[in-house]
């Protein structure tokens, strides 16, 4: 396909074509549970703690300490959220991104899509998927900042109960905002996608390969920006669900991280997610890439 003209499968309006966007998430999600999981665990328990609590002198000693104290299965401690979490977030913000870049091309005509509008697709998806996310994120880091001896929740169910009985059924919303901020940053990821992608396939790599490395690349360059938000949700999330709270707002978090441990206290827990992003991102977009492939029509497909 000549990058000088539309990509066929966005100016095809089938409704097949408009779904398997969905379906691909859901499989881009699975893997990224499966991959990325014990990386996210560590990276959340470092973001929750600070230098002055003395529990990790770092993400190594935060690893072995947890398998340690706690057994390898507390790398995957609060799973089952994100499992069926994921499956629908990606689902969602994948179709939501699919489906933006298909109005983006109705209106350019035969004109291929700008690294702008597919960033444009990407921040779509991240404010959209932000409503499901939410809750999600929320009993899973609270499941994940248990520790041996000290628990609060017996599993997910329980945890949302106790969410909903001590703030509301919209508690379970509490730190929209700090989510839809971090997933703005999906404007960057599928941008540097696109500029990744294009430039990968001067060379001569396959399709495969240039898939899974542009995911993995683009993943970096998000979490460089998105981290200092993610650090700001989760310590807003996490936090306990006493009145009034220590920390009203997610300003007031973000004010009390730099006034005590500065800027580099946004980056607490980064070569955890760091370590992650690379294969988890380039595993869930190669799978994503993979099953849209194999949804659509043979006539779509680029060559090898």
Aim: charged letters at 20%; proline letters at 6%; aromatic letters at 12%.
């Amino acid at each position: 396909m000549s990058k000088d003209h539309a990509n066929p499968e966005l100016t095809d309006k089938s409704l097949q074509n408009r779904f398997r966007g969905f379906a691909a998430g859901m499989a881009s999600g699975i893997t990224k549970l499966a991959v990325g999981h014990p990386f996210d665990t560590v990276k959340i328990r470092m973001q929750t703690t600070s230098k002055a609590d003395g529990r990790f002198k770092g993400p190594l000693d935060c690893f072995l300490k947890t398998v340690r104290n706690e057994g390898p299965r507390a790398l995957y401690k609060g799973a089952t959220p994100p499992l069926v979490g994921w499956m629908f977030m990606d689902s969602i913000m994948l179709g939501t991104l699919h489906n933006a870049r298909m109005i983006q091309q109705s209106w350019n005509g035969d004109k291929p899509l700008s690294v702008f509008q597919h960033g444009l697709a990407g921040l779509a998806g991240g404010i959209t998927v932000s409503f499901v996310a939410t809750p999600v994120e929320q009993i899973k880091s609270r499941l994940q900042v248990q520790y041996d001896g000290v628990k609060v929740y017996k599993g997910p169910i329980d945890c949302i109960k106790k969410v909903v009985h001590n703030n509301g059924v919209f508690g379970l919303w509490q730190g929209l905002a700090p989510t839809m901020l971090f997933r703005s940053w999906f404007f960057l990821f599928w941008s540097s996608y696109e500029v990744f992608t294009r430039e990968l396939k001067k060379t001569r790599l396959s399709d495969g390969s240039v898939t899974f490395i542009a995911g993995g690349l683009s993943a970096t360059a998000f979490w460089i920006g998105a981290f200092p938000a993610d650090t700001v949700k989760n310590r807003y999330m996490t936090q306990p669900d006493v009145s009034p709270k220590k920390y009203p707002t997610p300003t007031s978090i973000a004010r009390y991280i730099y006034r005590t441990e500065g800027l580099k206290g946004f980056y607490r827990g980064f070569l955890p997610s760091f370590l992650r992003a690379f294969p988890t991102n380039a595993s869930a977009v190669f799978m994503f890439e993979l099953v849209m492939k194999s949804l659509g029509p043979v006539e779509h497909l680029d060559p090898v």
